[in-house]
């Protein structure tokens, strides 16, 4: 009998120490952040799973090509071997470095965006939202309506929803769509994969209407993998050839290469369009750097080269897939409720289903991510009412469609035992939600309030059990000085 354990296809070389906390450190360590984990410093966390964005663990191929870094600052032969390892999968004329990939979509926005736009996504992720919105574009997320059932499981729950799109082309002219975009995976929406099917019919939808379809590719291996196992027809490719034939039907990319790119910074944007790829070479130079380097230093070019051929290889999809599968079903096994099916770098819990108690109005995933700090020192994030939603003039909160607790997974970082020990916190959690409080916001920025928000815990009687969603959304939030928030 074949042995059917999935391992991990690497071992440790280098080590680096975590370190527990008291419960009551984390107690003081919480309140002193205003109740946002992003405020907390690294070093008094156990697990961080805050993001898979930068976390990555490099291997031994891409330390020893960072060694070859050439940092001339212009003409680098680093570049040329980071064009050629880009060209070579997603197959676009024009690569320009980025430093991450929140600098390729304002480059893109800003060249191709004008206010009065609309933008279409299948879910903006908070940075292109913002990015677009910046520009004065409306950013419209269009997921397929199995998107917001968390509990439902459907293959493909990327999916754009392809009838709408083209409903809203029709509406608002093809003249204020610049470019509709694909998040493969879908990252705010639960990590779920897109399907090649999905990409063909949005491509032929813009192309109907000479719209450009750009592809948000931070997860682009991992999408790949999951066309492999779910898609008629392409168990028999290699992620490599998927992730070409994706990239074929789009005009352009943006890319955090700080996740499929298996590095530590970074990113890039691409496009077959001559003109625009010069606009946007002027602009990197303004603010990045040189159209060969773009903010980033030789070595990290190199690093990303490596990393993105790395991210394709099979063994190492199939365990990160497989590992991820195994956090998200230990937990829902013991009822706790999650994004069905798990997504690819991160397990979703739905928040509002495991906290009913807590308006979202009164941010049930901010407020489970805080007690899952203090129960074992694991760091979550919010993605829900604090991220996406907005309040209105009177500073009533307009609830996100979904409130969710992600645990990302940061890529080749941690061990089944450290897994182990996140589900057995996630349960302990589980058995006295009841008694978990929700927020107040005490602070909020007026863009991307999430990263730097404060608040206050609401006293227990002030989110009774069984309090009605729609009473809750009414539930008022102090926003003191917050004008134009998202
Ligand atoms: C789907 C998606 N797009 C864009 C970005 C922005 O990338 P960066 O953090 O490198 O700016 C992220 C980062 O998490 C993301 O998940």
Redo the contacts with the bound molecule.
């Keep these: 009998m074949p042995i059917k354990t999935i391992i991990e296809p690497f071992r440790i070389k280098t080590v680096e120490s975590i370190r527990a906390t008291t419960r009551e450190q984390r107690e003081r360590l919480l309140e002193a952040a205003g109740y946002n984990l992003f405020l907390v410093p690294a070093e008094y966390i156990l697990i961080d799973l805050l993001?898979d964005?930068g976390t990555n663990a490099m291997s031994t191929e891409q330390w020893a090509a960072m060694m070859r870094g050439d940092e001339s600052y212009a003409g680098s032969p680093s570049f040329t071997r980071f064009r050629e390892a880009v060209q070579e999968i997603f197959g676009f004329r024009h690569v320009i470095p980025t430093h991450?990939?929140?600098a390729a979509?304002r480059i893109l926005f800003t060249v191709m965006c004008k206010k009065g736009d609309v933008v279409p996504n299948n879910t903006h992720?908070d940075?292109?939202r913002a990015n677009c919105e910046f520009v004065g574009a409306e950013a419209v997320d269009l997921p397929i309506p199995e998107a917001l059932e968390p509990a439902r499981v459907h293959p493909f729950k990327g999916n754009m929803d392809t009838a709408r799109l083209a409903e809203l082309i029709e509406r608002v002219g093809p003249k204020r769509v610049p470019l509709v975009m694909l998040?493969v995976t879908n990252?705010s929406g639960g990590g779920q994969p897109v399907s090649m099917e999905n990409i063909r019919a949005v491509k032929e939808t813009c192309a109907r209407h000479r719209i450009p379809l750009y592809i948000?590719a931070?997860r682009f291996a991992e999408n790949a993998y999951f066309i492999k196992l779910r898609e008629p027809g392409y168990a028999d490719r290699t992620p490599r050839d998927i992730a070409r034939e994706m990239f074929s039907h789009a005009d352009g990319c943006t890319m955090?290469a700080?996740?499929d790119g298996l590095a530590n910074i970074g990113?890039f944007l691409c496009t077959n369009d001559d003109s625009l790829a010069q606009q946007e070479k002027d602009l990197l130079i303004l603010t990045e750097g040189f159209p060969t380097y773009g903010g980033l230093a030789g070595r990290d070019l190199e690093a990303i080269a490596v990393g993105l051929n790395e991210a394709l290889e099979e063994d190492y999809l199939n365990y990160r897939i497989v590992s991820t599968a195994y956090l998200g079903n230990h937990i829902a096994r013991e009822g706790v409720p999650i994004v069905q099916p798990p997504g690819g770098h991160a397990i979703y819990i739905d928040a509002r289903a495991f906290l009913p108690h807590i308006p979202p109005a009164n941010f049930p995933g901010v407020a489970l991510a805080a007690e899952l700090y203090l129960e074992a020192g694991i760091r979550s994030v919010e993605i829900g009412t604090l991220m996406f939603g907005r309040p209105d003039a009177d500073g009533a909160e307009h609830p996100a469609p979904m409130d969710l607790l992600r645990l990302a997974i940061p890529r080749r970082v941690y061990t089944q035992s450290h897994v182990d020990y996140v589900v057995e916190a996630i349960l302990e959690v589980w058995k006295r939600r009841a008694d978990i409080r929700g927020l107040e916001l005490t602070y909020q920025a007026p863009f991307l309030r999430h990263f730097t928000a404060r608040f206050r815990l609401l006293a227990a009687s002030t989110a009774p059990h069984g309090a009605s969603r729609e009473n809750s959304t009414r539930t008022r939030s102090a926003r003191p000085g917050a004008e134009g928030t998202r």
């Design positions: 993001t964005s991450q990939g929140r979509e992720f940075t292109t998040t990252n948000d931070c955090s700080k996740k990113g």
